[in-house]
């Protein structure tokens, strides 16, 4: 136990409560000769899809078996997204159907969680609006997922768990991966920046950090058990350990996850650029397990805006890192976020950061329309440009883009990387670069799980074609 850590972890007693409670379950299931099954949706990003697996690692040992639609589905659990308000309506559309399953199969039990169910709004909103919807709860009750479902199936009563908290680190959690070579690994959660749009560090809580400890057993597993792509995961990695009063930092944590012996890479994020620096980029070049790719979210490119959104550094610092980073890595790949008609965001402003995008030619970019979310300040600013005059705005940006991905592309064609085979899409198979750009190559199915040598042969915006050469 670190006994300088500042921020909370869920006392072990308790965790194994809940795993007793899983046994309980898989015994309710059992004494009626069923072999229950799950649904489980996730929406969002991929610190949902690595929270989805844990919560299928809860089901999978309350004895559940997993379906692929909710039709038929004795639990459905819907994990959800909070970032984009179209987010939220999909949500919303898909609940609302979830009427008629439940209707053809009355002992169904409707589960939602993650970020919508940290507000207040949405809760409300079910209590009154879903009542077919069993029990809701928010991120930080994750762990307490066995309780939950205990007390919805031998009560029959509506749990809500969604206290308003800071949030704890949870291990020992069980997880059940959708894949066999490529994992998700949580370093931290939560966030503390609160970029003036975002609703992240209102449902996600604190940042708070996974002991090295945890995290370097969970990669050794991984690795034993044959992954070969390993994708830290963090609102801000680079605030990694701030909390844990151990003089330890993302890029250490990097550097001892990079020393396990094996052939498998390693990636992350997101990377916040106002705590990214030479030190990650240096540990970077020095570590070949280290994938050379970095998502470094901009956001925009006017200093005006960039301060408005509370984002802690102008467009000359994140050009710096960016000059910094290809100068000790000249096969980075990065890529970045952009959000376009933020409150008050002028045409001049937009095209401020076309010209950072034409500046930095990233080699893809995650472009989103601004979308307010109750509750943060930038809701409550003045946004005076039309929905179709940001629509116009978000078309030039893609139109951009596409130019320069499509550019960076065809730069690949003629030269040879190194590629993991990860899967296959019909006839083909799949691959990634270690920059994480898709490969489709004819080939054997007996290589996926493989790191093998490609020639590169075409190119279009998405996506590489090539053939092996070993
Ligand atoms: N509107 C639009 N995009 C948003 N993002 C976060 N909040 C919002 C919002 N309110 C984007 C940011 C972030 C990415 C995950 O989602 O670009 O980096
Ligand atoms: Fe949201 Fe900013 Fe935190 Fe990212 S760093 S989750 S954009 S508040």
Known sequence: MNENRKTPVVPREQMEEQLGICARVAAYWHSRGVTPV??????????????????????????????????????????????????EQRVFGNLGALTHTKRRHPGQKIFLCGCMAGQTVVTDRIKKSYPHVDGVFSTHHLWQFPEILWRVLTTGKRV????????????GLPVLRDDSLKAWVSIMYGCNNFCTYCIVPYVRG????????????????????????????????????????????????????????????????????????????????????????LHLPVQCGSDRVLKAMNRHYDRARYLELVRYAREKMPELVLTSDVIVGFPGETEAEFEETLSLISEVRFDALFTFIYSPRPGTPAAKLPDPVSREEKNRWFDRLCALQNGISEEKHRAYV?????????????????????????????????????????????????????????
């Open 414 to 470: 003629g030269r040879r990387y190194r590629v993991l085979v990860d899967g296959t899409e019909g006839e083909l198979l799949t691959a990634r670069t270690e920059g994480g750009r898709l490969v489709r190559l004819a080939g054997d199915k007996a290589l996926v799980g493989q790191f093998r040598e490609v020639e590169i042969t075409g190119s279009t915006t998405w996506s590489l074609t090539g053939v092996f050469v070993d």
């Open 38 to 87: 799950a649904y489980v949706e996730t929406y969002g990003c991929q610190q949902n899809e690595a929270d989805s697996e844990r919560i299928r690692g809860l089901l999978s040992q309350c004895g559940y078996g997993f379906a692929q639609e909710a039709e038929g589905a004795d639990v459905v659990v819907m994990n959800t997204c909070a970032i984009r308000e179209h987010a």
């Open 206 to 293: 604190r940042e708070r950090s996974r002991e090295p400890e945890e995290i370097l057993a969970e990669c050794r597993e991984l690795v034993a058990s044959g992954y070969k792509d390993i994708t830290l995961l963090g609102q801000n990695v680079n605030s990694y350990g701030k909390d844990l009063g151990r003089n330890m930092d993302f890029a250490d944590l990097l550097e001892q996850i990079a020393r396990i012996p094996g052939d498998f890479l390693i990636r992350f994020m997101t990377s916040h650029p106002r705590d990214a620096g030479p030190k990650l980029f240096d540990t970077m070049a020095r570590n070949p397990k280290i994938a050379k790719q």
């Open 160 to 171: 809500f768990y969604v206290a308003d908290e800071a949030g704890a680190v949870a291990e």
